[in-house]
């Protein structure tokens, strides 16, 4: 039996990733982190796709060096569709669609939100079907009903700000660099998650919202900033402890829910925020006490990266899903 050899391409925010799946094992994942954005409190888009340019042939030859595969071995090329950015989902989806066409192999397009739900699929423990997925990252907050690999179903979401974009704002009023989310969880591990509370708004259902969190921390920094300029830098630890604990508390109540009201007791988180300690912590905790499987995943496959690319390739490959070299990039894909 011939191998199922996948190269896989992620470019669709500001990292600039590359993977090897060999028949469903990822064998190389490997990520350029774009550092340029750090002091701009976010992401530029037109720098990501300069830097997309400048990284994506680097990193796919080391992603496949490292793999031991050379161009003959490839059996199909994976991209992100989207969602994303436009200029960065064009970089690596013509690059990809070049390839193909060069190397004569299928092509395989994924949706970059399913792909954080399958990088459950890379290594084990592996949730079983169906299962729930918080799915959270910079740009996304969604409860997912998963029923099998390739059907999916959100029955929760936010209706403003991601919880990735409650943490980066956050971090930016704090004048602390992007992405902020990683610096306040570490800032959070030293302060006191109950030394300041903050206002949340209440949404009925599975659905979320992170809009009045982000503009209670504001009217919060601006009073206590008036009589103490240092407050921020005084109470960094406990501020960064706070927000965190408001935030991942948000998440906590809605997956509690979902599970409860749907009777499902394996769950799972992904995307770039499931990185969070308190997450992960809080999760655990409250898997043991309502006897729920809990999937978190490998660190290297909370962010972007393209191992969930080529993991969700791989069962598309399975069922023959390939795509034509003509499909369109789409900066708002639907689910
Ligand atoms: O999935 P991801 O890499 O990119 C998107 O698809 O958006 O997620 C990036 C998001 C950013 O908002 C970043 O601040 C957040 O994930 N993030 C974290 C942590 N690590 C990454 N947020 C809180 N705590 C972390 N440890
Ligand atoms: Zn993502």
Redesign the pocket.
């Known amino acids: 039996m011939p191998q199922i050899v996948i190269l896989a391409i992620e470019s ?2 500001d ?1 600039t990733s590359a993977a090897i799946c060999i028949d469903g094992k990822v064998v190389s994942n490997l990520t350029a982190n774009q550092k340029i954005h750090e002091q701009y409190g976010g992401v530029v888009p037109e720098l990501a796709s300069r830097e997309h340019t400048k990284n994506i042939i680097p990193v796919v030859e080391a992603a496949m060096k490292k793999a031991n595969v050379t161009n003959s071995d490839i059996s199909a090329i994976a991209f992100t569709r989207g969602p994303g950015l436009m200029g960065s989902l064009l970089v690596g989806g013509m690059f990809a669609k070049s390839m193909a066409q060069a190397l004569n192999v299928p092509l395989i397009d994924v949706h ?1 939100m399913q792909a ?1 739900v399958l990088a459950h699929f890379i290594d084990e423990p592996m949730p079983k079907f169906p299962f729930l997925c918080l799915t959270v ?3 996304h907050t969604q409860i997912v009903l998963v029923k099998d690999y390739l059907n999916m179903e959100i029955i929760g979401e936010t209706l403003d700000d991601a919880a ?2 409650a ?2 704002k956050t971090a930016k009023l704090l004048n602390l660099p992007y ?4 610096l ?2 570490k800032y959070a591990q030293l302060g006191n998650p109950l030394a300041y509370k903050f206002a949340q708004t209440n949404v009925d259902g599975l659905n979320f919202s992170f809009s009045g969190i982000k503009t209670s921390i504001l009217y919060f920094l601006q009073k206590e900033l008036k009589s103490n300029p240092d407050f921020i830098k005084d109470n960094l630890n406990d501020i960064c402890a706070s927000v965190q604990h408001a935030i991942i508390s948000i998440l906590i109540k809605k997956i509690h829910k979902a599970a409860t009201e749907l009777n499902i007791n394996e769950i799972a988180i992904a ?3 499931s ?3 308190e997450l992960r912590k809080q999760l655990t905790e409250v898997g043991l006490n309502n006897n729920w499987n809990t999937y978190i995943p490998d660190f290297q496959y909370c ?2 990266n393209a191992g969930m690319i080529a993991i969700t390739a791989f069962h598309k490959f399975q069922k023959n899903m390939f795509t034509s070299l003509n499909i369109p990039i789409e900066a708002r894909l639907l689910m």
């Open positions: 669709s925010c990292d970059h954080h990252s910079g740009g990735g974009e943490f980066d992405p902020g989310g990683p306040i969880d995307g770039g925020v990185a969070n300690s962010t972007d």
